[in-house]
């Protein structure tokens, strides 16, 4: 199975902050990368597919990118609504694996 | 618009089988895969397995042995059954549909005696 590494667990921010939240996969995953947000008490919602690409409705101030083996997501500035735990997920091979979180607070 | 509805026993016993109805509206079962997931108390997100647009599936491999998913075309729906159930496996439980765009809003299974 494919193990996804994502760090950090825990990202004090403050409001206006530019957060980034990587997820490393060892195996080759293509940009087989997904980035889910997940508020208290909520389904997730999907953030970012394909490593880069945008999903409907998700504000610009979001993005994904990769390097090598690295994918991350950033927020360029944080608002309040953006408070929440986020995941990666490899899709390129079944199983398919979700990182292990990170929860975004503000400091 | 797309809908996923989740629906469940709530409580069961240790050693039964779990099952799980996801009901979808507004996206074709034979066009769009259907994943099951779950959340554990104050955990993370585990992928539990999937049914694909041609009805093959594939499961965690963690949970393989135990597991089973399935679907009803006609009627727009993907079944989950979880043989064996321990307290562990005491969770949220959501279906998502097209490549996790769409979500159900879960339902809370505790296994309990």
């Known amino acids: 199975d494919i193990q996804m590494t994502q760090s950090p667990s825990s990202l004090p921010a403050s409001l206006g902050d530019r957060v980034t939240i990587t997820c490393r996969s060892i195996q080759d995953i293509g940009n087989y990368l997904r980035w889910f947000q997940q508020k208290p008490g909520k389904s997730p919602r999907l953030l970012i597919y394909g490593a880069t690409n945008l999903a409907a409705g998700v504000p610009s101030r979001f993005s994904g990118s990769r390097s090598g083996s690295d994918y991350s997501l950033t927020i360029s500035s944080l608002e309040s609504e953006d408070m929440a735990d986020y995941y990666c997920l490899q899709s390129s091979e079944s199983p398919f694996t979700f990182g292990a979180g990170t929860k975004l607070e503000l400091k | 618009q797309v809908q996923l509805k989740e629906s469940g026993p709530g409580l069961i016993q240790p050693s039964q089988t779990l099952s799980l109805t996801c009901t979808v509206s507004?996206?074709?079962?034979?066009?769009?895969?259907v994943s099951w997931i779950r959340q554990s108390p104050g955990k993370g997100l585990e992928w539990m397995g999937v049914i694909w647009r041609n009805g093959g599936t594939d499961y965690n491999s963690a949970i393989k042995s135990r597991l089973s998913i399935t679907r009803d075309t006609s009627k727009s729906q993907v079944f989950l059954e979880l043989n064996s159930l321990q307290t562990e496996d005491s969770a949220m439980y959501f279906c998502a549909g097209s490549w996790f765009a769409y979500w159900g809003q879960g339902t809370l299974v505790t296994v309990s005696s």
């Open positions: 507004g996206l074709s079962l034979t066009s769009n895969s």
